[in-house]
């Protein structure tokens, strides 16, 4: 295997969470460069790093064959030029750009200089969204008639990353966590009709939404409901399915982020699985009309799968299972337009 120089533009939560344990740990890549203008703390973790301290430096590293962008929201587009103008391929973290106009601008720009756009939508690989398709797939639900996606969170004061809270482009609850449940809708219903968005300000002094509500409306009549939110205290089922034949309820309850937060190895035995405990419920009207509950054991999580399918677009000129198409359709809701 050959395996990708790969580097990061940041090593704070990102970078040093869902981005460095799976470029260490997945043969297809080598984790071989990060920028941090300040101070080393990637090299604490990966003695072996290159630390680069601008963006200049790294870029004119011609070993470097990706860049992961994965710094505040409004700085994407401006660092993804710069990475394929450089010739690089990048991997953006969500949300890509902060409008669909700059992500087709992107998108035209990798393709003149021959190099590939990704975007970090890594929620699709995780448990319970997994489950939840499958029993989608499984037809027990009859036809779809409404879903129920929620991010919950209980901090109702301002938080400490300033980047996060300030009155700029991207900012907002809606661009930080909705931007995986709209992509969960569109990568199981595809592009949505129509659209509603619902935003909130709740906590004192705040300058970006807190509070966040969609409704997307496809053309199978399926209607989901998101709601991404920072002030719920009782935290609620993440997915809920009605069907003309069935529901089924799950929690949100992806365990990798907690295992990665704990330091435990994507390489590890346990890595990907729920606890015991948190199998979604199935309730559905089976050929015999008879009434049938039974529990859907999650999934294993997988977000390496996304790391694998960026291998093989590069190396092997597969497709990559998150579409631009896809993307635009999700930075229009977020953006309102």
């Given at each position: 295997m050959?395996?990708?120089k790969?580097a990061?533009?940041?090593?704070?939560?990102?970078?040093?969470?869902f981005h460095?344990?799976f470029?260490?740990?997945n043969?297809?890549?080598e984790?071989?460069?990060?920028?941090?203008?300040?101070?080393?703390?990637a090299?604490?973790?990966?003695v072996?790093?290159k630390?680069?301290?601008?963006?200049?430096?790294?870029?004119?590293?011609?070993l470097?064959?990706?860049v992961v962008?994965?710094?505040?929201n409004?700085?994407?587009f401006?660092?993804?030029?710069?990475?394929?103008?450089?010739k690089?391929?990048?991997?953006?973290?969500?949300?890509?750009?902060?409008?669909p106009?700059?992500f087709?601008e992107?998108?035209?720009?990798?393709?003149?200089v021959?190099?590939?756009?990704?975007?970090?939508?890594?929620?699709?690989?995780?448990?319970d969204?997994?489950?939840?398709?499958?029993?989608?797939?499984?037809?027990?639900?009859?036809?779809?008639v409404e879903?129920?996606?929620?991010?919950d969170r209980?901090?109702?004061t301002?938080?400490?990353?300033?980047?996060?809270?300030?009155?700029?482009?991207?900012?907002?609850?809606?661009?930080?966590?909705?931007?995986h449940?709209?992509d969960?809708?569109?990568?199981i219903?595809?592009?949505?009709?129509?659209?509603?968005?619902?935003?909130?300000?709740y906590?004192?002094?705040?300058?970006?939404?807190?509070?966040?509500?969609?409704?997307?409306?496809?053309?199978?009549?399926?209607?989901?409901?998101?709601?991404?939110?920072?002030?719920v205290l009782?935290?609620?089922p993440g997915?809920v399915?009605?069907?003309?034949?069935?529901s089924?309820?799950?929690e949100?309850?992806?365990?990798?982020?907690?295992?990665?937060?704990?330091?435990?190895?994507?390489?590890?035995e346990n890595f990907?699985?729920?606890?015991?405990?948190?199998?979604?419920?199935?309730?559905?009207?089976?050929?015999?009309?008879?009434?049938?509950?039974?529990?859907?054991?999650s999934?294993?999580?997988n977000?390496?799968?996304?790391?694998?399918?960026?291998y093989?677009?590069?190396?092997?000129?597969?497709?990559?299972?998150?579409?631009?198409?896809?993307i635009?359709?999700?930075?229009?809701?977020?953006?309102?337009?």
């Open positions: 050959n395996p990708i790969t990061l533009l940041a090593y704070g939560l990102s970078g040093k969470i460095a344990p470029l260490e740990t043969e297809g890549f984790l071989y460069a990060v920028l941090e203008r300040n101070s080393q703390k090299k604490l973790d990966y072996k790093i630390s680069y301290a601008s963006l200049e430096e790294l870029l004119a590293d011609d470097i064959e990706l962008v994965n710094t505040p409004n700085t994407h401006e660092l993804a030029k710069a990475v394929l103008l450089a690089k391929h990048v991997l953006l973290e969500k949300p890509a750009t902060t409008t106009e700059e087709k992107l998108i035209t720009l990798a393709d003149s021959d190099k590939k756009v990704f975007v970090y939508q890594n929620r699709r690989w995780s448990s969204i997994c489950s939840a398709k499958e029993v989608i797939n499984s037809g027990k639900l009859g036809n779809i879903v129920h996606l929620r991010f209980y901090r109702p301002i938080g400490i990353k300033a980047f996060k809270e300030k009155e700029v482009p991207g900012s907002g609850i809606l661009y930080d966590l909705g931007a449940l709209i969960q809708a569109i990568s219903f595809g592009k949505p009709e129509n659209h509603f968005v619902k935003k909130g300000m906590r004192e002094g705040t300058l970006v939404d807190d509070y966040a509500f969609v409704h997307l409306s496809f053309a199978n009549q399926a209607n989901v409901f998101i709601t991404v939110s920072q002030h009782d935290i609620q997915i399915i009605h069907g003309t034949k069935g089924f309820i799950k949100f309850c992806d365990e990798q982020e907690n295992q990665l937060m704990m330091g435990i190895s994507p390489l590890a990907g699985f729920e606890k015991f405990n948190k199998a979604g419920k199935l309730t559905f009207v089976n050929d015999n009309n008879e009434i049938v509950s039974e529990f859907i054991p999934k294993k999580g977000f390496n799968g996304l790391f694998e399918e960026v093989n677009c590069i190396r092997n000129q597969k497709d990559f299972s998150v579409k631009d198409d896809e635009i359709w999700q930075l229009k809701l977020l953006s309102n337009k």
